[in-house]
C-alpha cells in the first residue's frame, strides 16, 4: 500500500441485556491477560468496522449482533500500551443468550457490576458512553 | 509493531458557514485530482484523530477548527482507489473566513451549491451525514 503508516484500526462492541448487565470477556492474551474486556479486535483490510465489530462478537462470544449504533472513536496514543491504536466502538442490540468464548476470549460472561470490574485499556470509559447512549437513545438504535 | 495489517486511518473535516456553504479544497494530487474535496488527509501515529482533523483543516484551508462533533466513521473498501482507508468525519464549528490553500489543497474555497458539485471519494455523502447532524442537532456541538 502507498498509504503512509497510520493508527492500527480495532472495533469494539458493546452490548447490554434487559437488566443493564454488560457482555465481557476475559483476555487470552496480553496484555491485560485475563482481565475483563469489550469483545473486539482488529479490523481486517477489505472489511468494513461495522462487519468487523460483528465478527469479533460472534468469534468471542457466539452472541450475533442486531443493528450497531455508533458510540464513539478512541484514539489516545497510549490506550494500547502494544502501540498506537484507534478504536471504533459501536453499541449492538443482541439477543440475549448463554455466551460461549471462542477466539482471544478464555471466557465470556453477562456482567452485571461491570461498574466496579477492572477493565482492560479504556473500555470503562467506552462502556460509560455507551450506557449513556443507551438510556438516550431508547430504540432509535440504527444500523449505519 | 506487532499489529497485524488494518485499513489505513484518515479524518475528513466538515465545516459551514453561517448561509449553509461548505468548505472545500480542489485536490492537488491524484486521485481525483483537480476535484473538489473535503479537508483532510492520514493520522500520524501518536496523534489522535481529533487532533489530526484540526490539523488538516489548518494545514489545507488556513482555518482553525474550535469545537468537533463525530458525524461516522466511514469504512466501506472500496472507497479510495489507492487502497483501503477508514475516514473518522468531524463536524467543525470554525469562525468563517477566507480560506488560502496550502498543503494538498490546489485552492480552498466556501462552495455553495456543495449539492451539485462533484466531489471526490465518498464526500458527498458525509457532506450529507454532516448537513443532518448540523440542522438536528443545533448548538450542541461539543468537543468529544
Known amino acids: 500500500m502507498p498509504f503512509p503508516q497510520t493508527p492500527a484500526?480495532?472495533?469494539?462492541?458493546?452490548?447490554?441485556?434487559e437488566n443493564g448487565a454488560a457482555l465481557l470477556?476475559?483476555?487470552?492474551?496480553?496484555p491485560y491477560e485475563g482481565?475483563?474486556?469489550l469483545p473486539g479486535g482488529f479490523v481486517d483490510?477489505?472489511?468494513?468496522?461495522?462487519?468487523?465489530?460483528r465478527r469479533e462478537l460472534c468469534e468471542e462470544t457466539g452472541i450475533k449482533a442486531g443493528t450497531l449504533r455508533l458510540v464513539g472513536v478512541y484514539s489516545a496514543p497510549d490506550r494500547d500500551p502494544r502501540g498506537h491504536t484507534c478504536s471504533i466502538a459501536f453499541l449492538a442490540?443482541?439477543?440475549?443468550g448463554q455466551p460461549k468464548a471462542g477466539d482471544d476470549a478464555a471466557a465470556a460472561q453477562?456482567?452485571?457490576d461491570w461498574r466496579t470490574v477492572d477493565l482492560a485499556f479504556d473500555h470503562a470509559k467506552i462502556?460509560?458512553?455507551a450506557e449513556r447512549l443507551r438510556t438516550v437513545g431508547g430504540d432509535d438504535i440504527t444500523s449505519p
Open 9 to 17: 484500526l480495532t472495533t469494539d462492541c458493546i452490548a447490554f441485556d
Open 25 to 30: 470477556i476475559r483476555r487470552k492474551n496480553p
Open 35 to 37: 482481565q475483563f474486556a
Open 45 to 53: 483490510v477489505g472489511e468494513t468496522v461495522e462487519a468487523a465489530c
Open 93 to 96: 442490540k443482541v439477543t440475549p
Open 110 to 112: 453477562w456482567v452485571t
Open 127 to 129: 462502556l460509560a458512553d
